[in-house]
């Protein structure tokens, strides 16, 4: 039944091994090597540019106005003209022959041939103390009068507190015995000016160095910004302050020129409390540019007393010195200035660029005028006003304007000819370049002499107005007459000649 | 074409010719021989002085008409020749 049987085997051959040796192969590959050098580059100048859209205002206009010759004219425009041509030309003829307006002169206003004294404004505190006014500035709205008190003749570092004073003419209760502002201030105020756009601020100099602005507007403290005793500060009075308008429209910075030859650029940051230096120029004796024709003597600072931004070209501004020197600067110049490194935040350069004929003494006063981009007049004390063109090194035009010292010298905003001169003998001469004669047109006095004139200003808003500073403490404002504040039509012509004079 | 600049240099040749304007009726300036800034303060003042004086001598007199214009100033003296569709404006300052 059961037998034994034998089976043969079944072999199943190993795929496994198989497929792993066959697909065994090795291969090799290697990229090519990667070529790598190293290189360098440098700068060698930069230049930086900006540019600003203005705005569109004209655009559509201007494109109204191009006259492309080959679009064909409007139509009967050919025939107007024919038509009008003859009598149009016919007038003209008769107009340049004619006489009938000769002498002809209407009086819109009412004419005034004198001079007047509107107020004599005065601060009792500073009167007792005997302080002088050593500035006046009136505010861009011409209706309120800022002066500031101090002394001109020290010499000395003095402890003494003194006073700005606003007055404002226009309201009707105007007391000229009592400021409507008076702001303390621990030293004297040596430079005065108020903002050209904004009524309430009012930049000043002190003669510490320092330079201040401030808020009318603020009750509490009337101090918006102020240098303080920096590295970056002036060391010496500050002879002249200005507000300058920046790169950026709308803004302005302050200017301060001080005796230690140092003229500083400032502006308020953004968050309004403090000045930051924004450039900062150096006068040195041996930068300065000289004319072969006359040698430059004396110590190697050139002390800043004067200076005068040019309204024609913001890149101009004049400077006077106290050895007399008269120099034409650049706020672009690029030289540093060989000054001793004294850790200020930006390195001084020497922006003079042309030297005028220098003067005898300090040059106290300088004035471009706002009818004619190359004129410009300055004082000092050697009693005289000199007519500078910005292009020659000789005065065109020397008058004697007293015989004792002239503290400053302000163009009249309307009539182009006419400049006004602060003297040391307490008048006002006022000169009229179209009269023949050299003699002053007009000069002011008023009564007591003996307390020197130190400084004027005219109100640009009503350019009537005249305001007066002096030693003995009180701010007169005067009112001129119509000869003196109405133009002629033919001055700006006539001040044309006298520019286009060659000095001899 | 040539001819509308033939006029205009012969006028400007006149003794004292400060400067020309052609306005249209509509008072936008076409041919000036000022800058533009001038040009477009005159066109649109002298425009709406020119109207205002027509209407004038037309509400006195109904059948009268405005011919010619001329505005003395210290200055200057500025001319108008009005049309119905241009007017022509002339600057000149006879005492130069």
């Known amino acids: ?504 | 074409m040539a001819e509308v600049e033939e006029t205009l240099k012969r006028i400007q040749g006149q003794k004292g010719v400060q400067g020309i304007i052609i306005v249209n009726s509509e008072g936008i300036p076409i041919k000036t021989t000022l800058d533009n800034a001038s040009t477009m303060q005159y066109a649109g003042l002298l425009h709406q002085l020119v109207m205002k004086a027509r209407s004038t001598v037309r509400d006195i007199d109904p059948q009268n008409d405005l011919t010619f214009m001329r505005v003395r100033s210290k200055k200057n003296e500025i001319m108008i020749a009005p049309d119905k569709d241009y007017f022509l404006i002339v600057i000149q300052n006879p005492s130069d």
């Not at chain 1, 409507?180 to 040596?190: F, H, W």
């Not at chain 1, 904004?198 to 201040?212: C, D, R, S």
């Not at chain 1, 020497?350 to 004129?375: D, E, K, M, Q, T």
């Open chain 1, 1 to 504: 039944m059961f037998t034994d049987e034998a089976l043969d085997s079944v072999e199943i051959e190993s795929l496994w091994r198989k497929s792993q040796q066959a697909a065994q192969e090795s291969r090799g590959c290697q990229t090519r090597a990667v070529h790598i050098t190293e290189a360098e580059v440098q700068t060698v100048s930069t230049s930086s540019s900006w540019t600003q859209t203005e705005e569109p205002q004209h655009q559509d206009t201007e494109q109204l106005l191009q006259q492309n010759q080959d679009d064909p004219d409007p139509p009967g425009l050919k025939d107007f003209l024919q038509r009008v041509e003859d009598s149009v030309i016919r007038e003209l003829v008769r107009n340049a022959r004619s006489h009938a307006f000769d002498g002809f002169q209407v009086n819109w206003e009412e004419h005034n041939n004198r001079v007047s004294c509107l107020h004599c404004l005065q601060h009792p505190s500073a009167q007792e103390r005997g302080l002088h006014v050593t500035s006046v500035s009136w505010s861009c709205t011409g209706s309120v009068i800022a002066c500031a008190y101090g002394r001109i003749d020290e010499g000395d570092w003095s402890t003494e507190n003194s006073y700005v004073c606003t007055w404002n003419l226009n309201r009707q209760s105007l007391n000229p015995n009592q400021a409507d502002l008076v702001i303390d201030v621990p030293t004297t105020v040596t430079a005065l000016c108020c903002h050209p756009n904004q009524p309430a601020l009012i930049a000043g100099g002190l003669y510490t160095g320092e330079v201040v602005v401030w808020d009318t507007s603020q009750t509490q403290d009337p101090v918006l910004v102020q240098t303080g005793m920096s590295a970056d500060s002036h060391r010496e009075p500050v002879y002249q302050v200005s507000w300058v308008p920046l790169q950026k429209k709308g803004e302005f910075g302050v200017l301060s020129a001080s005796s230690r030859g140092q003229v500083l650029l400032w502006t308020v940051d953004s968050d309004q409390n403090a000045f930051v230096l924004n450039a900062a120029y150096a006068f040195v004796r041996q930068q300065v540019p000289h004319s072969s024709s006359f040698k430059v003597r004396g110590s190697s600072t050139v002390g800043v007393t004067s200076l005068a931004l040019s309204p024609w070209d913001s890149d101009t501004f004049l400077v006077g010195s106290e050895g007399g020197l008269l120099l034409r600067c650049s706020f672009s110049a690029q030289t540093p200035a060989a000054v001793p490194s004294e850790g200020q935040s930006v390195t001084p350069r020497a922006p003079a660029v042309f030297s005028f004929r220098p003067r005898r003494g300090p040059v106290h006063s300088i004035h471009c005028s706002p009818f004619h981009r190359n004129l410009f007049v300055s004082t000092g004390t050697d009693g005289l006003a000199h007519l500078h063109s910005l292009l020659q090194v000789d005065p065109l035009l020397s008058l004697r304007v007293s015989d004792s010292y002239v503290f400053q010298v302000q163009w009249s905003p309307t009539r182009p000819l006419v400049f006004a001169a602060a003297t040391g003998q307490g008048e006002v001469q006022i000169f009229d370049l179209g009269r023949r004669s050299l003699r002053p047109a007009a000069t002011i006095e008023e009564g007591g002499a003996g307390h020197a004139a130190t400084c004027l200003s005219f109100n640009h808003q009503n350019p009537r107005q005249l305001a007066v500073g002096k030693t003995n403490g009180t701010v007169a404002v005067w009112q001129l007459s119509t000869e003196l504040t109405e133009q002629n039509p033919r001055e700006s012509s006539q001040l044309e000649q006298i520019a286009n004079q060659v000095a001899e």
